[in-house]
Every structure is written in C-alpha cells, then in structure tokens.
C-alpha cells in the first residue's frame, strides 16, 4: 500500500493549525497519509527543498536538530539514527531481505521525505534564529535546539516543530543563551515589581563602576539599553548606542569585557566588522551585536548603511551566487565603540544615543582601577535582566509611543527624542517610573545633551562644503565663499579689492558661473546648478557621489 501510494499524485495541502498554542507548519501531505504516519513515527519533520537544488532539510523533534539531505541515495541508516536515534530508527526500518511487521524499508523513508518535500521551498526568508522574537502577541523564544512560547498567558510552552506561526524556527547556529527551568523560573519572579527594580537598580551600579562618564545620567541610560537589547526584535523603532572616548577611557572594558559578559551565549561581538562579515555572524539571529575597534576605515561605511537597516527593520537586496537576488536587514539593536565613530551624515546621527567616557589619569592610583564582577556573575545579571525585558516588553511597546510624543525639547530632533524613549520604557516598568517621570527623564537626557544631539542639516553641510571648496585661475586658488562676497560687494563703481584675496565683481561672477554659481544680488541669494557644482566642487566631499539637487 506504501509502494501504491508514493506512486499517487500528492495532495497539495493545507496550513496544519492542529498543535496547541497558535503553532502553524505548512505540510504538502495530508495528516492521515501513510507518508505522513511514517514521518510521525520518526519523529521527522520535512522543512523543505532548498531552493534550485534537489537538497531537502529535515528536522529531528526528539533530537532537535536539522540536516541537509544533498543526494536521497546518500541518506542511509546511519544518517538516520544521527538524526532520529538508534532505538526509534530500530523500531520503525527494517533491514532485513523480508518485510517485518511494522516496520518499513529505507526506501520507503526516502519515499516519505521525498513526498513530504514536494511543493515546499526551505528559505530563511522571515526565520527565527537564537534570540527573542515577536510573533503577533506572542513572544518566541529560541535557544540551542529548543524553543518556546511565551503568551499573554505568562506561561511558557514547550514548541515541538521548528515552525511557529508560518515562521521557520532555525536551530542551526546553536546559540545556547537559556533553559527551560531557568527561564519558567525568572519570568515568574520577574511578576514581582520589587524583584525587576532591584535588577534595573543593580545594572546602574554596574555602570557607575565608570565614574567618568561625560554625564552621570549615562549609566541610566546604559542600563535601559541593556534590558531593550534582549528583546531588540521587538521594536517598531530601535536605536543604535556608540561609545567613545579617547584611549585608556574603559571603552575596551566596557564593550568587550562588560556587554559579552551580559549577553553571554546570545552575543556576537567582532573587532573592526565588515558588512559582509556582520551578516554572516549575525545570520537570522536575534544576537545582540557588540563592535569594537570601530575605527575610521573602508568597512564602516557599508557598516553604517546596514545598520541604517536595522532602525525600523528594513531590508536591502543582496546578489547571490545562484544570481538570484535576496533581501537582507537587521533588526538589531547594535553597541560599537570607537574614538571617533565617524556619525557625520544627520541620518545616522538621529539613530545613535552616544555615550561619552573621559580619559583617565594614567598616573592614578591602583585602588582606583575599574574592576568587573566575574563572568558567572555578570552572566546571572543578563539572565535576571532578559527575563525582565521578555515580561514587559509588550506594555513597554505601548509605553514608547507615548513617552516620544509627550517629550519636547528645543533644539532636539524628533528622532533622537524617539531613541531615548526606548530605554525610558525599559527603566519605567523595571523602576516604577510614572508616564510623567519618564518623560520628564526624557526631557532630561535629551536637554543635557542638547549640543551633543543637536543636529547639522545635510542642507547645511552642503551649502558649507560649496561655500569652502576652492577654484582655481591663472596659477592662484580662490575661495567660492570670497568670490560671491566680491559679486555681493562690487557696487559697479570700482570697488577697490585687496588684490591678494579678491577679484572684481564682474571677473568673480564669471568664474562662479563657471562653476554652476549665480548670484542673485536682488534676490539677496544664489543659483546653484547641481551637477557642474558636484562635477567642479564637491569631488573630494561625501556629496561627490550624492544627487544634491534633491
């Protein structure tokens, strides 16, 4: 009957919705066929075909692992109890020349992946990797070869395919950051109020180990960027955190030594990243993504340009090998550290909460030396703080909305106010804030940092980079800036000039138009032309390769 079936065409199938908490895993074979009962019995769930490819991925629920099948005849009795365990394979194939009761051939199983492969691609296309995530209202968590379901229930729940919610669950970067005990536990103690404060307080006093923060309020705001890293995922809007400081300020210590402690198994943190290098660390998980050395040179643009992605979780294309494109982007919110870290373009700065160390005192004394707690307990402190964030993070994506709106500053740029409140809803449900406590706190961060975040329009560096750049006429270079002061001051009537810094109105005028430039002296303004101007001025600027008419 198995034979006379694989032989049958294949049904083409149905969302099964069958398993309990909202779980939803696209098969192609009914749930009453003998392909299906065979797979049930292995335990096997078929992900599907990799796409141009005859590779099928499979997926073992007892071992909770996923393999990729390149060739059907190469998957033999061996791969089977590597992937489904020797007394389930001995129980379910038979090896012996004639039939057993009960039992099936190998090639029978081959028949049922086969089957069970027809008509279903395997992408990472929408794939939840090791991290925390959001699936309509239920929060997923994925571990190393588990994960979870964290509903409005407050419960945690056990998820038995790797699918969830049409969603693939991807276990393949083996990113071990929980368990199953330890989780239950710390989000039943995170419904204390008391026991999140005393997290959220304890954060703090780990930053104030720094004691020479540009403003004492950094530490806070640490600490809240702490807790929205773990659920980065979950954001409508999530922004990116730099730390700088000149040499031996604790940059190091703080990033690679302090934030990998926190973030234990679920960190990626990489020196001097480059974009590609950044995609394939991260992959489709939800790591929290930590850079140092994050220094001037050819990689930090397109770096930049990625993480511009991850702000509102966008994607850019990607060419592949197989010369069929592919979107990527991040929805991570990223740490790096630099000196400089090089946030010239007003986009990027909009996205950045800097914080700023001080140089320390290389002749202080050694009583004063920053000294971290050990790993073990700085990992305690990241698994006490992600169970904080997991529990509130629902009411603090509502909360967001509303700090960002009630906040006004002077002279701050909407966005960066929208930065702040991420952290500002993490520290008020784990402080108690008031909605007013936190805007005021808001209002706060963003007024003493008012220069620091007060922002250059890119209208304005344009018009700075034009008026600064130089040109040059029989042998001598002349500033664009005096040429139109020339233009602006020649009244017609021999206005006498400094022969060494101006030319005559009529000779400037010449030379500016020569360069896309017209003074309007009646108009009290200019006429530039785009493309002679980004052709003779703007060629050694960050506008060369910009479309500044728009």
């Known amino acids: ?201 304890e954060l703090v006093v780990l930053f104030k180990k720094w004691n020479n923060w540009e403003f004492e309020t950094s530490k806070e705001i640490a600490a809240g960027l702490v807790l929205a890293t773990f659920v980065q995922t979950c954001w409508e809007f999530r922004p990116h955190v730099c730390i700088t400081g000149p040499s031996n300020s604790g940059k190091t210590m703080l990033i690679d030594k302090c934030m990998s402690g926190i973030f234990n198994g679920l960190c990626a943190s990489m020196q001097k990243a480059t974009e590609a290098g950044l995609r394939q660390k991260v992959g489709v998980t939800a790591v929290a993504v930590v850079i140092d050395e994050f220094e001037a040179d050819r990689h930090r643009k397109e770096v930049l340009e990625l993480l511009r992605t991850s702000t509102r979780g966008g994607k850019t294309p990607r060419g592949t090998a197989g010369g069929k494109g592919q979107e990527y982007g991040l929805r991570h919110l990223c740490w790096v550290s630099a000196i400089e870290v090089g946030l010239t373009q007003e986009a990027d700065q909009n996205r950045f909460i800097r914080l700023v160390l001080n140089g320390l005192d290389p002749n202080r004394d050694s009583a004063e030396m920053l000294e971290l707690p050990s790993r073990m307990s700085l990992g305690d402190l990241g698994h006490r703080a992600s169970a904080c964030a997991i529990y509130t993070i629902r009411e603090a994506k509502g909360l967001v909305e509303k700090i960002a709106k009630g906040a006004r500053v002077k002279n701050v740029s909407g966005r960066y106010i929208e930065s702040l409140a991420v952290p500002a809803s993490m520290l008020s449900l784990s402080l108690g804030w008031s909605l007013d406590t936190a805007i005021g706190w808001v209002e706060q961060m963003a007024g003493e940092r008012q220069i620091a975040a007060r922002q250059t329009s890119d209208e304005e560096e344009l018009i700075d980079a034009i008026q600064s750049s130089k040109t040059t006429e029989g042998g001598r270079q002349f500033a664009i800036s005096s040429l139109v002061e020339s233009v602006l001051n020649d009244s017609g009537e021999g206005w006498a000039f400094d022969a060494n810094v101006h030319v005559r109105g009529g000779d400037a005028d010449r030379m500016l138009q020569g360069n896309g430039i017209r003074v309007l002296r009646k108009e009290g303004g200019c006429f530039i032309h785009p493309k002679t101007v980004t052709r003779f001025l703007l060629q050694n600027t960050r506008f060369a390769e910009m479309a500044i008419g728009d």
Not at 11 to 33: I, T
Not at 45 to 61: A, D, K, L, P
Not at 131 to 140: C, H, L, S
Request: aromatic letters at 6%; charged letters at 20%; hydrophobic letters at 40%.
């Open 1 to 201: 009957m198995l034979s006379l079936a694989a032989l049958m065409p294949v049904w083409s199938g149905v969302a099964d919705s069958s398993s309990g908490g909202g779980e939803s895993c696209e098969v192609s074979l009914p749930a009453g066929s003998p392909h299906q009962h065979l797979l049930d019995r292995l335990g096997c769930v078929v992900i599907g075909q990799v796409e141009s490819t005859s590779h099928i991925v499979i997926y073992s629920i007892a071992g909770g692992q996923r393999m990729i099948i390149k060739a059907m005849s190469s998957f033999g009795i061996h791969e089977a109890q590597m992937m489904f365990g020797v007394d389930v394979v001995n129980s379910v194939i038979s090896l012996a020349k004639e039939p057993e009761n009960g039992k099936v051939s190998l090639f029978e199983v081959r028949s049922a992946i086969a089957a069970a492969a027809n008509g279903k691609i395997a992408t990472d296309s929408g794939a939840m990797g090791g991290g925390v995530w959001m699936n309509g209202d239920d929060i997923i968590l994925v571990g190393k070869n588990f994960s979870h379901r964290y509903g409005v229930d407050k419960k945690l729940e056990r998820i038995v395919k790797p699918v969830f919610g049409g969603r693939r669950l991807d276990y393949s970067s083996q990113v071990d950051w929980y368990t199953e005990e330890m989780m239950e536990e710390l989000l039943q103690r995170a419904a204390n109020p008391a026991w999140r404060k005393e997290v959220a307080e």
